[in-house]
């Protein structure tokens, strides 16, 4: 086998076998395991390992090299002898306890359940008892604390099925409650089934993943019920010291949160409290969800620290007068940012709204230009917004466009990619709060209505807010009539403010 060649950095690398040199001066083996029989070697938290490194206990390099190919020889031998044996996912004890359980407490299977007498399920306990002590003494099994995981999740599961019969506590429940890190995952797949079921985009899911997998190679095999203040407490403490954009590093998916720790940790430019406080808020949201389930024992520990990081929490403001013409005087250098800003001022819709918009959602109705807002969010978000005057260069535009094409192609149809270009030009005009935001075009929409002395109920039907969020009374507020839809956007006006600004140059 030819072994390849060493890079400048001191690592090998071969088509099998690899020999990096550590950061201590000595070498490693390294050796990527194939994916069709990855699940022959489980990780702590679960999922397939996709490397194994072992140490090579030395410092020669020739020495390393030799090393590293008879090992590539055996574990290519190990994966083929893997390939040709059979493999059937065994329970975990948790799962299997649940499982044994159940069955126990169902009695004799050719006899429906609510059919059963009480002796009949005693005896057929007796039954299961007597099957798994021919089992123990078959392997010669002398000792209850040294049972294999498999059949000490069985006699418990019996044990707990005889209490219940008999109208007692289950001893051995707690023992065998999930972890955090399978709670959740299955927390993650009720939300996006929720999600599916109510018609909304599952894509929110790439980003509770990382903050759930990140305490959950924290916390290891501790439950719910194990879980405190405490560990929490020392979590936030690492968390916040992290690189900002440790997640977009390579090969970070492939890492423990201790790997993470080493090498992410302690850095300059930290996160941000924002995005602790959205991974606290995540973890905060499982616990509740678990603690509907009977798997919390105490208050939730995440909560009392969501409150520490209150600059995240802080309420969207308006932007002022003077603040929009420093924002669009001189105009801004993205032609599509200088025209999603004016479309956000005179209409209230949502970053993601006009990121989405396409040529053809500008028509005609009753004979009055509008908007139609399409959204996989709630249906409140789904809306006609009549057009305001100040938007007629929009509609002279659409007649020379393709009507199935994005308005702002530059934003991907992306609404993170409006608001991330935004804040790069706000910040180059010198606004560096969080407080004001792409977002806070709404509130200055609201505000400016409110002057007019526009209902706060036509306010909210303008812009498209969920019936949740309407208020008591408010949640069957029929459509408003188009006629006052087209008043009430004409009534948004700026008049401090220079009309220039508002006249955006087309391309």
Known sequence: MRLGRVSRRGTYCGPWDTCKKRAGGGFAFNIKIPNDIAHHFPAKTGRPKSHITLGLGTRDYQLALKKAKAMALRWKAEFS?????????????????????????????????EDKTLEERQAALKQEALALQQEIDRRELESYDRLPPDLKARLDALEDARRSLRGQVPKNAEAYEPNFGTLGESWLEYWEKMARSAGRSTQ???????????????????TMRQITREDVSYYVDILQTFDRNWGRSRGVSQLNFWDLKTRFAHAENRLTDRVVRQHLRILSTIWTWADGQGLCASHNPFHGFLSHFHNAGLPQLAWRDQDIATLLSPPPASLALHGAIILALFSGLRAMEIAALRWQDLQWVDDTPV???????????????????????????????????????????????????F????????????????????????????????????????LGLSPQSLGAGLSSMPPLPLARCHETIQAIDYPDIDPACFRPKLG
């Open 371 to 421: 908007l139609h807002i399409r959204s996989l969010k709630p249906k409140a978000h789904e809306r006609i917004v009549p057009l305001h005057p100040r938007l007629q260069w929009l509609w002279e535009q659409a007649s020379r466009q393709k009507q199935d094409a994005l308005i702002w192609p530059e934003f991907s149809g992306k609404g993170a990619v409006l608001s991330k270009t």
């Open 204 to 222: 929110t899911a790439q980003q509770y993943a990382p903050a759930i997998r990140l305490f959950a190679d924290f916390i290891g095999p501790k």
């Open 423 to 462: 804040g790069g030009h706000k910040r180059g005009r010198g606004f560096v709060s969080r407080q004001r935001s792409f977002q806070s075009f709404r509130k200055t929409v609201t505000e400016a209505l409110q002057k007019q002395h526009i209902s706060s109920d036509e306010i909210r039907y303008i």
């Open 81 to 113: 002898r893997l390939r040709e044996q059979p493999y059937s996912d065994p329970l975990s004890p948790d799962r299997l306890y649940e499982e044994s359980l159940t069955a126990y407490l169902a009695g004799p299977n050719e006899v429906a359940a």
